[in-house]
């Protein structure tokens, strides 16, 4: 079967009420064609060649996407749920780096990164929110976690969150569209970014946000402190490896790794002779 193609392809799903959302705000403010791609109907947009597609299952759970289609990345339009329900415009690499594969995927197997998309996302995210009148919503990095299992495209999520308001409010949902087609505009762009990947702290990975957002650091895997328990040097080295550039630098969390957790960190990223920087 020939695969369906496009430079850019960002899935929505069809019980997701924030994809959704998301995917109207795109369709309300850019001129897309309807594409028959065979077992229903895409949107195109000829000039960035991006193709908004609706997959029937939630985003975490849609394997096998590079049987059907063919892409230089793959972007998922997501909800984004949490306990404190903190209003947020968030952006990550998904993957897993445990056994545990509840919130889909396999287990310890993570996308391919894009570094450089990743900081593009953050970086309109940032400028969008702060030229509206968008209040109460954090804008951030998230560590790489949850499925799909994607496995040789760049992929990444750009999420609304956390509650079902949220989901539905369409003025940060046209944020978050106005940033994913900026960034299709921008994915062949050349720049002299710093690519890096960042090892420890929390799962909303604040020092990186601000590394990313106030720098040149463009960082693509995060490995959050609450797995190294459960992790090896396998998973470094996949942290380091599963990107779409050359990572040249390694960012630690100081503060948000234990002695036992940092030297291990150090003695890989030593052995493989990549520059570690303290933050």
């Given amino acids: 079967m020939q695969k369906i193609e496009a430079k850019i392809i960002v899935f929505t799903s069809k019980v997701d009420i924030a994809a959704q959302n998301i995917k109207m705000r795109i369709l309300e403010n850019h001129k897309l064609s309807e594409k028959n791609i065979g077992f ?6 000829r000039d960035v060649d991006a193709l908004i597609v609706d997959i029937p299952t939630d985003s975490i759970y849609a394997e096998n996407l590079e049987e059907i289609f063919k892409a230089r990345i793959f972007i998922f339009a997501s909800r ?49 929110k702060a030229e509206s009148m968008l209040e109460g919503y954090k804008v951030g990095l998230e560590v790489t976690h949850h499925g799909p299992s994607i496995h040789n495209t760049p992929t990444i999520f750009v999420e609304l969150g956390s509650r079902e308001e949220n989901w539905k409010d369409e ?35 604040p020092s990186f946000t601000k590394k990313t957002l106030e720098t040149e650091y463009a960082i693509g895997h995060i490995i959050p402190e609450y797995v190294y328990d459960n992790i090896t040097t396998r998973e470094l080295k996949m942290a380091v490896e599963r990107n779409d550039e050359k990572v040249e630098y390694a960012l630690i969390d100081w503060k948000g790794l234990n002695k036992r957790h940092r030297d291990m960190t150090i003695r890989y990223l030593e052995e493989v002779g990549l520059k570690w920087i303290k933050i």
């Fill in 171 to 205: 003025y940060a949902a046209r944020i978050l569209s106005e940033a994913i087609m900026n960034v299709s505009k921008e994915i062949d762009n050349k720049e002299d970014f710093k690519i890096a990947v960042g090892f420890g702290g929390p799962h909303y990975a």
């Fill in 40 to 45: 229903g109907y895409a949107y195109h947009d």
């Fill in 80 to 128: 984004h749920s949490s306990e404190s329900g903190i209003p947020a415009l968030l952006t990550h690499t998904p993957g897993n780096w445990t056994e545990d594969t509840s919130m889909g995927g396999k287990p310890r197997s993570i996308a391919v990164s894009s570094p450089s998309t990743i900081k593009r996302m953050l970086n309109w995210l940032s400028k969008l």
